[in-house]
């Protein structure tokens, strides 16, 4: 009989079969002293850990852990975490773990089981796990090997609070949880995926494979994830412990919840296989030596129930080696000492006070913020005064001429006229900031965006109520071009001079200039006559021929009286009216941060009053409609110097300076901060969620310095509305308000022009009209501008007070309009505290969809309008406001409180630190006190004041610098646009060209020479 063919290899293949069977036979009969092998990587190992919890319910090999988390480091975790011992049951099919829901506390108390051994390095890590349920509300249930937050990896089966969004992720080195590091549980479900073996809320097998060079993740036998040491950059190093934990922070955007009941989650079984780094290299050797691959177990056998021997240093948490040395610290420390020094030089040598003066030849004080210029400006002039600059002296070339162009002698200027030393005020209360006055108007001149933060009644510094610019009388004083000089203690300019007289170079005027009604007898106590006692006494025409007769011979000394009989030379209402607003502003950032049940409706609270205050307080102070003040006021600064002089040239002025003027400074903050963050400075903001159970605060470093440059242009470009990507790099996002800003300047400087030439009021006041109501329908910040524009036109072209104040009839109803309107924006906010009913919902819904062209409320983005978008009741409210400000003398000495004229100056400053200071000092401090278990109210006072006291504390460091960095540069961009450039000079100027010889002077004169000694001309050179 023949064989078949088949049967040589047929039985060549069972004799292969057999000898393998008896191989793994002779295997799993060892004790698999020889490690566990993985075909499908190639990897062995030499521990095993391995427990069915259907077959017992022994865990010894697990601490079971019972601990309640101080605070939880994650953007989005509004509960913290704890873990009970009871909530870790063993009954005999599986290893049950329970979540409850959450305390008062926002604590939520899940289970937890750890391994004993701590040396875990590198590794298999199998389980067939049940994720909680559907419908109970979101938890996780998480196989992780956890050394530190950057040292971890893990897998978690989240339930979240729907079925559509459960999802296993699968992280690293505290990741943010990504949808896209992850699978969805309809997903998982699908039979495609699957092979219809899987059902998302059964028990599933999760699998991760360590090695030094990568990692990779599986979830139901399918490789879902890989991370290579090569393309992500490392994979973590360091040996740890194995967890199973059930539990939930309420995170947002990982498994939500907590949960609503007690949810339960499972462990089936787990098969771990890995090396230990407490095996010593004599241990290594020996194991090389005696074992080879083909000796060891497969980690593939579901009949291994083996838990390797260890020692008790497997049970020692691991300790990384420690530098002795400082290098990484020590830059930070060079860039504090550095800070500190240059801030103390700026302080003391420009920007310092208190220092004595340099004196001239009539012993008066010389002019604090004086400084020498260029010579050329001796004959070209220095700068108009009008552009908010302090003017300078003016040097002559040589000391010969200077007699001759009209300059004093002064002891204190060396032979070539350069000035001795002066230490002036700081620029945040310098003359820069104070108002402009006209000889003959009571308002006060705005520059940009600052107005007097000084009463005109007060003296600076102990400085005299009048002082001249360099303290020498001139007689000529009839004569005098630009005069400007210090009267209760503001700059004052005479803007009714001639343009070119405004130009002058140099202004000397009178340290106590007469009055023109010194020859008129004195009154019958003594005392100067009062305006209008005089005007009953003389009669008005004699006191009108005395202002004339006074305006033609001396124009200086008539500006000076005039601005003494003036009743209302400051403008302290409107400083204190923005301050208060700047700090309404800095309370709503601080209450969104850490007491956001006052600010935000449905908050977590964490006492009653909290809502209580939502419902009384936070309508009328913690809303944005300050916000919009910030916007109407730098209107009028913009506009009025404008709307008063009719010159282009003003226009042109403010389009220059405009921009640097902010952006500079913000430029600069923004980058103070990016190293700060980058150094970890903001590090303790991740807990405060947990703390504070706001979720609001958020801050990123920038990726790389071409983002960093790339945002910040954008600010300049940016159309609102529309939020740039620096605020989410920026501490509280304030900067979005700047891009409006910039965006509002251009809208308000045109339109300023535009207004003036339109002669007839109707007219005007219909294109106001007509502007404001076609911003408001396209939601545009446009509206907060025109109607700023209005109010200024109102008060510089049309003069309304002077107007309406002898007036009743109109006045009253008048401002009781404007009560009415400031009262409807407050109502708006106040009525969605108590009835369901919310107006800027609805008039947010009818404005037109810029990507679509119909109404908001037909989109997916109606409903409540985003913060940095318009609303009516802020217009209403900032209008109303403003208009009540400028008309009402009650408010105006209310806004006039000597503390809020004094932090005026900083508004910008504040502005621009606020936010970090609460997000580094102020979540340390809290995070410190979370530690201690204190109550939340001790916890936030303590934060809140600390943080205050820090912003006040560096105001008089920071905002020098800030103004450096904005108004002095800009005022030399301003220069540099305006000013002449000096004349070319001959390098031996002023001496001879031939003054050193002939070869000297050809080279003064930048000209060859040729053989003979002659210069050579263009075509000798050729």
């Known amino acids: 009989m023949l064989l078949p063919k088949e049967l040589p290899s047929l039985a060549g293949a069972a004799l292969v079969l057999l000898l393998s069977l008896s191989h793994l036979s002779a295997a799993q009969s060892s004790d698999c002293s020889c490690g566990f092998y993985d075909d499908s990587t190639g990897n062995l190992f030499t521990e095993s850990l391995i427990q069915y919890f259907n077959e017992t319910s022994d865990l010894s090999e697990f601490v079971i852990e019972d601990f309640e988390h101080k605070v939880e480091k994650s953007w989005n975790s509004k509960y913290r975490q704890g873990a009970a011992a009871d909530n870790v049951v063993a009954n005999g099919t599986s290893l049950n773990l329970y979540c409850d829901p959450s305390t008062s506390q926002h604590l939520v108390n899940g289970a937890s089981i750890r391994s004993k051994r701590r040396d875990i390095l590198h590794g298999t890590f199998r389980s067939s796990m049940r994720g909680p349920q559907s419908g109970m509300g979101g938890s996780s249930m998480t196989m992780r090997v956890l050394f530190n937050e950057t040292e971890s990896f893990e897998m978690n089966m989240m339930n979240t609070d729907s079925y559509s969004d459960a999802w296993v992720n699968t992280l690293m080195e505290a990741e943010w949880p990504d949808r896209s590091l992850g699978i969805n549980y309809t997903v998982l479900g699908n039979s495609s995926v699957t092979n219809g073996t899987v059902w998302p809320y059964d028990f599933v097998e999760l699998r991760m494979d360590w090695t030094e060079k990568e990692l990779r993740w599986w979830v139901a036998g399918n490789n879902s994830r890989n991370a290579t040491k090569k393309e ?142 260029p010579p050329y400006q001796s004959t070209e002039g220095s700068f108009v005064a009008s552009s908010g600059v302090t003017p300078h002296q003016t040097r002559p070339s040589t000391p010969e001429r200077r007699m001759a162009e009209g300059f004093p002698r002064r002891p204190e200027l060396t032979s070539y006229g350069s000035s001795g030393p002066s230490t002036p005020l700081p620029r945040y209360q310098s003359t820069e900031y104070m108002p402009r006055y006209t000889s003959t108007e009571n308002f006060g001149r705005y520059d940009e965006d600052v107005i007097s933060p000084v009463s005109s009644t007060h003296t600076l510094h102990g400085t005299p109520s009048t002082q001249t610019l360099h303290g020498a009388p001139d007689s000529g004083a009839s004569s005098i071009r630009n005069p400007v000089v210090y009267t209760n203690s503001a700059l004052v300019s005479d803007y009714a001079l001639s343009g070119s007289a405004r130009d002058s170079a140099q202004t000397l005027v009178p340290k106590t200039p007469l009055s023109p009604f010194s020859s008129l007898p004195k009154s019958p106590t003594g005392q100067p006559w009062s305006p209008k006692s005089r005007e009953k006494v003389f009669g008005e025409a004699k006191v009108r021929e005395i202002h004339e007769k006074e305006q033609k011979e001396h124009p200086l000394r008539t500006t000076q009286n005039a601005m003494t009989d003036s009743k209302k030379q400051r403008v302290d209402y409107l400083a204190g009216l923005v301050a208060l607003c700047s700090l309404f502003v800095t309370l709503i950032h601080f209450h969104l941060t850490y007491v956001p049940a006052v600010v935000i409706p ?137 891009a409006v800003q910039l965006q509002g300047s251009w809208v308000v400087l045109l339109g300023a022009i535009l207004i003036r030439e339109i002669k ?77 009913w919310n107006f800027s919902t609805h008039e947010n819904d009818i404005h037109p969809d810029q990507e679509t062209g119909k109404p908001v409320g037909e989109t997916e983005r109606g409903g409540y309008p985003n913060y940095y978008e318009p609303r009516f009741n802020m217009l209403l409210f900032a209008v109303g406001m403003q208009a009540i400000v400028e008309l009402s003398t009650v408010v105006q ?111 003064a004169a930048d000209r060859p020479l040729n053989e003979k000694g002659g210069y050579l001309d263009e075509r000798n050179v050729i």
């Open 893 to 1003: 000495k209310l806004l006039s409180f000597k503390l809020l004229v004094w932090v005026f100056p900083h508004i910008f400053t504040i502005y621009l630190i606020h936010g970090f200071i609460f997000w580094s000092w102020g979540s340390w401090v809290l995070y410190e006190l979370a530690k201690l278990s204190l109550p939340y109210w001790i916890m936030m006072l303590v934060t809140g004041l600390t943080s205050y006291a820090w912003i006040f504390l560096s105001l008089p460091i920071i905002t020098p610098a800030i103004e450096i960095l904005g108004r002095d540069i800009t005022i030399h961009v301003w220069e540099e646009a305006v000013e002449k450039p000096p004349p070319r000079r001959a390098t031996l100027f002023p001496f001879a060209k031939d003054y050193l010889g002939v070869e000297e002077s050809a080279v």
């Open 232 to 373: 992500d950059g490392k994979v973590p190093l360091t040996p740890a412990p194995l967890y199973f934990r059930h539990w939930s922070t309420g995170n947002t955007y990982t498994m939500e919840g907590p949960p609503y009941f007690r949810s339960a989650a499972n462990v089936a079984w787990f098969r771990a296989f890995f090396n230990s780094s407490a095996m010593t290299t004599e241990q290594h050797e020996e194991f090389d030596q005696r074992c080879t691959i083909q000796d060891a177990c497969s980690v593939d056998d579901m009949s291994l129930r083996l838990i390797s021997n260890y020692s008790s240093n497997s049970t020692v948490k691991y300790k990384h080696h420690e530098s002795k040395g400082g290098l990484l610290t020590a830059p930070i420390y060079i860039s504090v000492i550095c800070v500190c020094f240059s801030t103390l030089l700026l302080q003391t040598s420009g920007h310092g006070h208190g220092a004595s003066q340099p004196k001239s030849d009539s012993g008066s004080e010389t002019d604090r913020t004086s400084s020498p210029v």
């Open 760 to 836: 007839t009021p109707w007219k005007r006041f219909g294109y106001y009209l007509f502007c404001v109501v076609n911003n408001w329908y396209a939601r545009n910040w446009g509206t907060f501008f025109w109607l700023g524009l209005m109010l200024t036109d109102l008060d510089i072209t049309y003069k309304w007070r002077k107007f309406l104040y002898p007036r009743p009839a109109v006045y009253y109803p008048l401002i009781t309009f404007c009560v009415m309107m400031t009262c409807a924006g407050f109502l708006m906010n106040l009525l969605p505290q108590w009835y369901t």
């Open 602 to 738: 449905g908050a977590p609270q964490h006492y009653k009053s909290e809502l209580w205050a939502q419902k009384l307080i936070s309508p009328f102070i913690m809303n944005q409609m300050w916000l919009g003040v910030f916007f109407t006021t730098s209107t009028r600064f913009l506009s009025a110097r404008y709307f008063r002089e009719g010159k282009l040239d003003v226009i042109a002025e403010r389009a220059v300076k405009r921009t640097p003027r902010l952006l500079i400074p913000v430029t600069a903050m923004v980058l103070f901060e990016y190293f700060w963050i980058d150094v970890g400075a903001t590090k303790y903001l991740e807990y405060v969620p947990s703390i504070s159970w706001s979720t609001w605060a958020y801050v990123s470093k920038f990726p790389d310095p071409g983002h960093f440059i790339s945002e910040i242009l954008e600010l300049i470009y940016l159309i609102p509305n529309a939020v740039p990507q620096v605020t989410y790099n920026y501490c509280t996002g304030v900067l979005w308000t700047i």
